[in-house]
C-alpha cells in the first residue's frame, strides 16, 4: 500500500510543478541593473517604445519614435519609467525576453525554472518516500528473523527436554515403552526447513537438519546390548554439540552471518 501510495503521489506533485511554473505572476518584477541598462541604451529606446505599444501600456508619439504617449502626455522613456514604472518593467521585461541572448546570459527559462521546481520540490519527497519504504522493509524483515530465532529455540529447548528424558530412561532399569521424541523431532525439523527455504544459498540449515536426523533414538535391543553409561553419554554429547549450533543460527542479527562458516570462510 505504501508503494502504491507513493505512485499516486508522484503525478500529483508533477502536475503541481507544472502549475506553479505556468502561473503568471500577480505583478512585473522590478527590472534589475542589467535590464535597465540594456532598455534605456539609446540604440534600444525605439525598440523599447515598440515593445511597450505592443503590450499596449503606452502609445507611439506622432512624428517621434522615441517617446511615446502615457496618461495624454508625449514622454521621454526616462519621464514614462520615473511616471509609470510599472508599465516601463513590463515593456522592458517583453524587450529582454524577445531578446537572444538577454543581459547577462538570460534567466532560467520555462524549462530550467521547470527542473528548479522539480527538483526543490519532488527530491525531497521522493527521497524521503524511498527512506521510510526501505526503514519499513528493513524493520519487517529484523521481525521476521526475530520470530524465526524465537520459533527456532523454544523448538530446539522442547526437543532436547524430550529427548534427554528418553535417553536417561533408556539408560534407567525401566526403559520407556516408546520414544515421546518424534513430535519435537518434527518440529526442529520444520523450523529448519523453513530457514533452509528462505535462505537457499546458505549450508547451515541443510547442514543442522543432517545432525538432527542423525541424532535418533536407539532401539531397546542396542540398549541391552551396549554400555548404556557410554550410550547415554554419547548422545547427551552430541545433542549439547547440536543446540550450540542452533543457538548460533537463532541468536544471529543477521540471517546466517558468515562467521559461523567452517573454516573461517568470509
Not at 534605456?40 to 505592443?54: C, E, F, I, Q, Y
Not at 547427551?236 to 567452517?262: D, G, I, T, Y
Request: hydrophobic content about 45%; proline content about 9%; some cysteine.
Amino acid at each position: 500500500m505504501r508503494a502504491r501510495g507513493a505512485g499516486l503521489l508522484l503525478p500529483a506533485l508533477l502536475l503541481a510543478a507544472l502549475a506553479a511554473c505556468a502561473s503568471p505572476a500577480a505583478a512585473p518584477e522590478p527590472p534589475d541593473d542589467a535590464s535597465i541598462v540594456y532598455c534605456t541604451a539609446s540604440d534600444r529606446v525605439n525598440a523599447l517604445v515598440d515593445a511597450a505599444v505592443a503590450l499596449g501600456v503606452a502609445a507611439r508619439a506622432a512624428g517621434a519614435p522615441d517617446r511615446l504617449v502615457a496618461g495624454g502626455k508625449t514622454l521621454t522613456v526616462a519621464e514614462w519609467r520615473a511616471a509609470r514604472p510599472g508599465d516601463f518593467a513590463r515593456a522592458c521585461a517583453g524587450l529582454v525576453g524577445a531578446r537572444s541572448p538577454a543581459p547577462g546570459g538570460g534567466g532560467p527559462g520555462a524549462l530550467g525554472t521547470l527542473l528548479t521546481t522539480l527538483i526543490t520540490t519532488l527530491l525531497p519527497v521522493l527521497l524521503g518516500a524511498a527512506l521510510t519504504i526501505a526503514g519499513g522493509e528493513l524493520r519487517v524483515r529484523a521481525d521476521q528473523r526475530a520470530q524465526d530465532g524465537m520459533l527456532l529455540r523454544k523448538a530446539m529447548t522442547d526437543f532436547a527436554t524430550a529427548f534427554t528424558q528418553y535417553v536417561e530412561e533408556s539408560a534407567s532399569d525401566s526403559p520407556p515403552a516408546r520414544s515421546p521424541v518424534p513430535p519435537y523431532r518434527a518440529e526442529l525439523n520444520a523450523c529448519l526447513v523453513r530457514m533452509q527455504v528462505r535462505h537457499p544459498r546458505r549450508p547451515e540449515p541443510r547442514r543442522l537438519i543432517e545432525e538432527l536426523a542423525a541424532l535418533e533414538e536407539l532401539p531397546r535391543a542396542r540398549w541391552s546390548a551396549g554400555d548404556k553409561s557410554a550410550l547415554r553419554d554419547g548422545l547427551l554429547a552430541r545433542l549439547r554439540a547440536l543446540q550450540v549450533e542452533v543457538e548460533k543460527v537463532a541468536a544471529s542479527p543477521r540471517p546466517w552471518a558468515r562467521p559461523w562458516r567452517r573454516g573461517g570462510e568470509r
